[in-house]
């Protein structure tokens, strides 16, 4: 298995262009050329989930690998997206972790995409069955109030669970609920009705 480490600038070439709500084949190009992913056929359920799995690449960035799970193309051509940093957890990582500089970067990069947008943690309250620690950030202003019932939290989140086996952050995004003006992706004024009709549970 070969292994990629990203540099940041990388990182920005997988997230920069989602936030920018690029079309999906700007996006998937993108995304291809950092994880050295042949391009799939339409019909390849692999375009939707790109990891060491089907690239035969491991690509990591702080020592988390780093996966697409999921990239799926709607009628509008823009997309949901899901990507994931998942590592198994050491003991090191019990007093450093590359955990919180990573939700720093990705949070520095929406902000930088999207106007007005600022992060504000978000407490699901209840306890977790295998002893994992929970954190949810998502784009201030945009709670979902049916999100206990619909199991979907913001058109913008950023989730992190940390279990006494591995550690994972995830990056969850619908597009839908965004526009593009002026260099800016902004949020649109009917983002929640749209997001409750349209964006699946995650």
């Not at 799939?40 to 790109?50: E, H, L, R, V």
Request: proline share 4%; glycine share 2%; hydrophobic share 35%.
């Amino acid at each position: 298995m070969i292994k990629n480490e990203l540099t940041y600038k990388e990182l920005e070439k997988i997230f920069r262009p989602i936030l920018q709500l690029e079309n999906i084949v700007k996006i998937k190009e993108s995304i291809y050329k950092v994880l050295h992913f042949t391009r799939a056929k339409p019909s390849d359920k692999q375009q939707y989930m790109i990891s060491s799995e089907f690239t035969g690449v491991i690509s990591s960035y702080h020592g988390f690998e780093v996966q697409v799970r999921k990239l799926h193309a709607r009628e509008n051509d823009y997309i949901d997206a899901l990507i994931s940093f998942t590592k198994q957890k050491r003991f090191t990582d019990h007093f450093f972790s590359s955990k919180n500089k990573i939700v720093d970067e990705i949070k520095k990069i929406c902000e930088s995409e999207i106007l007005d947008c600022w992060f504000t943690p978000f407490e699901p309250g209840g306890f977790s069955k295998d002893d994992s620690k929970l954190e949810f950030f998502h784009q201030m202003g945009t709670k979902n109030p049916k999100w206990e019932e619909q199991n979907k939290v913001s058109p913008l989140t950023i989730f992190t669970k940390e279990t006494p086996k591995d550690i994972v952050i995830e990056f969850l995004f619908s597009p839908d609920c965004y526009e593009r003006k002026e260099d800016k992706t902004k949020l649109k004024e009917d983002w929640l009705e749209i997001f409750n009709l349209y964006v699946p549970s995650w």
